[in-house]
């Protein structure tokens, strides 16, 4: 049993290939779960880490449940799935969450080459505004997924200007190649279109939110009062 890794059952070998998914997951949805699942059997990843942000910098501001929430909703939400864990170490670090710092701490358990950290378009078209965003692609391989409602840029406008430099395109395989050995690519999904802000739009005006996430996160949210609008009256 790996002791830096808490709370992950039965961790991948140092030979496997791994996900890293963060989020706010606030709360996690379908879509999240979809998206994970595609890019686990795409990619062919032994193990994906849900990574609940617990101060994620770019959110602030939005009505975010307790990071103790959002890490029960995710657990129960992977529960069951062998291949899915989660990782609670944004929510034991101190500070911001940074994803660089994730991915470093994620680098110092598995071996250079096994992580690939995977994100949806949305977040990538803002990775510019991450702390050390260029050391990213640098640590571990990139996954872009597609997101319904917003257009993959074309291949030429890709890549961050700032990132351009360090990458050069693989046309044989459709992939941008750091020199480290480390790719960014990105991969169309049959996405949901599922935000996690609608949900919490929905439970704010007292509709359901069924089918949308899964059954154990609808009881979890409905049993804590997560998202519900204070003070209206209904009648
Ligand atoms: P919000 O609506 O509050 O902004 P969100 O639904 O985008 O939240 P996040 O927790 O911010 O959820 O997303 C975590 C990661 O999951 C991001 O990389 C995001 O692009 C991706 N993601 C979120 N929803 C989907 C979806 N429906 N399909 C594919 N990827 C998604």
Same mark, same amino acid.
């Given at each position: 049993m790996n002791e830096r890794l808490p709370r992950e059952p039965d961790p991948p070998s140092m030979g496997e290939r791994v996900g890293i998914f963060g989020g706010t997951f606030? =709360?996690?949805? &379908? %879509?999240?779960?979809?998206?994970? #699942?595609?890019?686990? #059997?795409?990619?062919?990843?032994?193990?994906?880490? &849900?990574? *609940?942000?617990?101060? =994620?910098?770019?959110? /602030?501001? /939005?009505h975010l449940a307790a990071p103790v929430h959002r890490l029960r909703m995710v657990e129960l939400a992977v529960a069951g799935n062998p291949f899915f864990a989660v990782s609670t170490v944004e929510l034991e670090r101190e500070g911001k969450s940074y994803s660089v710092d994730t991915i470093?701490?994620?680098?110092?358990?598995?071996? *250079?080459? $096994?992580?690939?950290?995977?994100? %949806?378009?949305? $977040? &990538?078209? !803002?990775?510019?505004?991450?702390?050390?965003?260029?050391?990213?692609?640098?640590?571990?391989?990139?996954?872009?997924?597609?997101r319904p409602?917003?257009?993959? =840029? *074309?291949?030429?406008?890709f890549l961050p200007v700032a990132l351009q430099a360090a990458f050069w395109y693989d046309s044989a395989c459709d992939l941008?190649?750091?020199?480290?050995?480390?790719?960014?690519?990105?991969? /169309?999904? /049959?996405?949901?279109?599922i935000s996690a802000s609608t949900i919490r739009e929905k439970i704010r005006q007292g509709k359901s939110v069924r089918y949308l996430v899964p059954p154990a996160v609808e009881s979890y949210?409905? !049993?804590?009062?997560?998202?519900?609008?204070?003070?209206v009256l209904r009648c």
């Open positions: 606030n =709360p996690i949805h &379908f %879509g999240h779960l979809r998206s994970a #699942e595609v890019i686990r #059997e795409a990619f062919q990843l032994d193990r994906v880490y &849900f990574v *609940p942000a617990a101060r =994620p910098p770019h959110k /602030e501001g /939005e470093r701490y994620f680098r110092t358990v598995f071996r *250079p080459g $096994a992580l690939f950290f995977i994100l %949806g378009i949305d $977040a &990538f078209l !803002e990775i510019h505004s991450w702390k050390d965003f260029a050391d990213i692609p640098a640590l571990c391989h990139v996954i872009v997924t597609s409602g917003i257009t993959m =840029p *074309p291949r030429d406008r941008y190649r750091h020199k480290t050995g480390h790719m960014i690519v990105s991969y /169309e999904i /049959e996405g949901l279109n949210m409905a !049993e804590h009062a997560l998202y519900q609008a204070r003070g």
